[in-house]
Nanobody, 124 residues
Framework: QVQLVESGGGSVQAGGSLRLSCTASGYISSSNSMAWFRQTPGKEREGVAA????????YYADSVKGRFFVSQDKAKSTISLQMNDLKPQDNAMYYC?????????????????WGQGTQVTVSS
């Protein structure tokens, strides 16, 4: 059973930074990708950043390019999201995800495993 545990959310003023981390436990070695999604009430889950674990491609949503940076530590089964220059529109619950057969990094339905989420609040 794969479990994903996020940490690092919190409250910050606009322009500030936060770093999210997600640690996977269980049989995660077969996953081909890990990602961060976010969701606000009434909206669909949005892909923020994602990476194939073999490093062949990294995805960023246009809204976060140049501000957010994803990294992975395969030895520790960890994916992190460094979020800089945060804006009020970044307010959301952020979720870590992992999948074994992800073909499209941007599609939430392709990820099999999800964390419980961590809240990010940005005040103006």
């Amino acid at each position: 059973q794969v479990q994903l545990v996020e940490s690092g959310g919190g409250s910050v003023q606009a322009g500030g930074s936060l770093r999210l981390s997600c640690t996977a436990s269980g049989y995660i070695s077969s996953s081909n990708s890990m990602a961060w999604f976010r969701q606000t009430p009434g909206k669909e889950r949005e892909g923020v950043a994602a990476v194939y674990t073999d490093g062949r491609r990294t995805y960023y949503a246009d809204s976060v390019k140049g501000r957010f940076f994803v990294s992975q530590d395969k030895a520790k089964s960890t994916i992190s999201l460094q979020m800089n220059d945060l804006k009020p529109q970044d307010n959301a619950m952020y979720y870590c995800a992992a999948g074994r057969y992800v073909a499209d990094l941007t599609l939430a339905q392709e990820y099999e495993y999800w964390g419980q989420g961590t809240q990010v609040t940005v005040s103006s």
